[in-house]
């Protein structure tokens, strides 16, 4: 079975033009890294845990903000790359991303944040800066806003 993460795809509306949250990993192996790594704030879903509830989780740890429940809209689950399956739900909301406070992970002897900073991008600025298995997330999202 392969390995699952929840996440959620916070976006805003900048008069006709949307505007998506993306975050960038933290640690060495990231560091000098930009486009195609990026991602929506996510993490690994825990056997037999709830992948909405460990969205919700992921969104807070990553970034210190919490999202209320009822504006959570269900994406269709991408694969990435590597296999991994992304579940997601879009959420119309706002944030500083300047402000964002994530947990941290040990690497070594070093310890690292989860997400070394975060921005608000445009549609088309965020299709080149995530990773290529979460695009189809933003298309997505787009046909979404479109049809509302």
């Known amino acids: 079975m392969p390995r699952t993460s929840a996440g959620i795809l916070l976006y805003r509306r900048r008069g006709p033009a949307v505007e998506v949250f993306l975050v960038h990993p ?8 930009d486009e195609g790594a990026w991602s929506i704030p996510k993490g690994e879903i825990e056997p037999g845990a709830d992948p909405l509830a460990t ?4 969104f807070r740890e990553e970034t210190g903000f919490d999202l209320p429940l009822e504006r959570l809209t269900a994406l269709g689950p ?7 399956v992304v579940h997601a ?3 119309e909301g706002d944030c500083d991303a300047d402000a964002i406070r994530s947990n941290t992970f040990e ?3 070093r310890s690292y944040p989860e997400v070394d900073r975060a921005g608000w991008f445009s549609l088309d600025q965020a299709r080149r800066k995530i990773l290529g298995g979460q695009r189809p997330l933003l298309d997505e999202l787009e046909r ?5």
Not at 26 to 33: D, I, L, N, Q, S
Not at 55 to 58: F, P
Not at 144 to 148: A, F, I, K, R, T
């Open 26 to 33: 933290g640690g060495p192996f990231w560091a000098k890294r």
């Open 55 to 58: 969205a919700q989780r992921e």
């Open 78 to 84: 991408v694969r990435q790359a590597g296999g991994k």
């Open 89 to 91: 739900w879009a959420a």
């Open 107 to 109: 690497l070594g002897k």
């Open 144 to 148: 979404m806003v479109e049809g509302s």
